[in-house]
């Protein structure tokens, strides 16, 4: 797998959520010095990333696990390596470091949560340098034998016990039913479902209604003045009558994974941007990872920044009479978090389907990727 940073388009991988202090210092090394060992080679190698030179740059997280800043010395590009658990959690080809500015007690708590002590605070690098008590938190030790929302003050805004997207109503009532749903029939009569497309369909129109109401046009909206409910398509291969079904036309695909789900994302905007025929062309911004490169918290984070997520892979969940349901390589759109006082992570969803569920908690399973677009 190659995770790549081109132009406005930026794919990260983040393993770690807790974080902790240290005081490190800078190491300048070339690529083959004592600090690439046999797996950080391994890690760089499959990701094709060849610095020739890099500045090393120790930090820890609040669980006291070990990490390495790695920046090229032109200046371009870096990673982030967990030295403990042996694998690149973050990396950049182009992008510049976030730590660039910063030699020492640096601290890592994943994707754009990167932080510095600074005497007895922890300051945000990139949260206009917002300042945390460092005595207002709780060691880990504690944190292990209590509840999450006791045991980190004031950083469990970072994880609160639940979140949701701004309008999560969106997804549990305006696409109850109505969600573009999508199903066709081969020459057999077997019925194909089109999930990962109708799980993008709802992203589309989420956007469209809350952030930039040209991203869709409105005659995919049941009623297209209040922008409410997504016409399904049934038993059809041409009718462009469903927002789902009108992008599974531009890039057709049965059985569908992040990845192709945002090189269709590209394709939409691209013919979007040429029916508007306008000066002012939309650009977005996206994330697609897959295993092991998902985490909670890359779920969760664009969560709790207003933009929902599909997740790709195998979910379970409890029907209305606690019978545990299960599916299988299905697309779901999570608009919502949970975080249980034993530490899991329930992912709150709308399946796809018009016949339901629209607003249960994915409670088990295996994810196998995850894709969620902003505009840049």
């Not at 639940?162 to 019925?191: K, M, Q």
């Not at 992912?347 to 969620?372: K, Q």
Request: glycine share 6%; net charge negative; aromatic share 16%.
């Amino acid at each position: 797998m190659t995770l790549r940073k081109k132009g406005l388009f930026t794919m990260t991988a983040m393993l770690t959520l807790l974080f902790s202090f240290t005081v490190c210092g800078t190491v300048f090394a070339r690529a083959d010095s004592g600090y690439l060992d046999k797996y950080l080679k391994y890690n760089l190698e499959i990701l094709d990333i060849g610095f020739e030179e890099i500045n090393f740059k120790p930090a820890k997280d609040f669980a006291g696990t070990n990490y390495l800043i790695g920046e090229n010395k032109t200046g371009e590009g870096y990673f982030i390596y967990n030295s403990d658990e042996k694998i690149i959690t973050e990396y950049s080809l182009s992008g510049e470091s976030p730590y660039k500015n910063y030699e020492t007690n640096l601290i890592y708590g994943g994707m754009t949560e990167y932080f510095v002590v600074e005497n007895s605070y922890y300051k945000s690098i990139v949260d206009n340098e917002q300042k945390y008590d460092v005595n207002e938190v709780k060691p880990y030790t504690a944190y292990n034998k209590m509840s999450y929302d006791n045991s980190l003050t004031p950083l469990a805004s970072y994880v609160p016990a639940e979140i949701s997207v701004a309008h999560p109503d969106f997804f549990n009532t305006i696409l109850r039913e109505n969600c573009g749903y999508s199903v066709t029939v081969d020459s057999s009569g077997e019925t194909h479902g089109r999930c990962g497309f109708v799980a993008l369909g709802m992203l589309i129109a989420y956007a469209d209604k809350y952030k930039n109401d040209n991203l869709m046009q409105n005659k995919f909206y049941v009623d297209s003045i209040n922008r409410i409910g997504l016409h399904n398509d049934y038993y059809t291969t041409v009718n462009n009558k469903s927002i789902s079904n009108y992008i599974y036309n531009l890039h057709p695909k049965d059985g569908t994974t992040s990845m192709h789900i945002k090189e269709t994302m590209n394709i939409y905007v691209e013919e979007r941007n040429k029916q508007l025929n306008s000066n002012s062309q939309m650009k977005i911004k996206w994330s697609s990872l897959w295993r092991p490169f998902i985490s909670n918290h890359s779920i969760w984070s664009p969560i709790k920044n207003n933009c929902p997520i599909i997740l790709f892979g195998n979910h379970e969940y409890e029907d209305n009479n606690q019978v545990t349901i299960k599916e299988k390589n299905h697309a779901v759109v999570a608009y919502g978090a949970k975080l249980t006082v034993n530490g899991n992570y329930y992912w709150r969803c709308h399946f796809g389907w018009e016949s339901g569920p629209y607003d249960v908690f994915v409670t088990g399973g295996i994810i196998g990727s995850i894709y969620h677009f902003d505009f840049a």
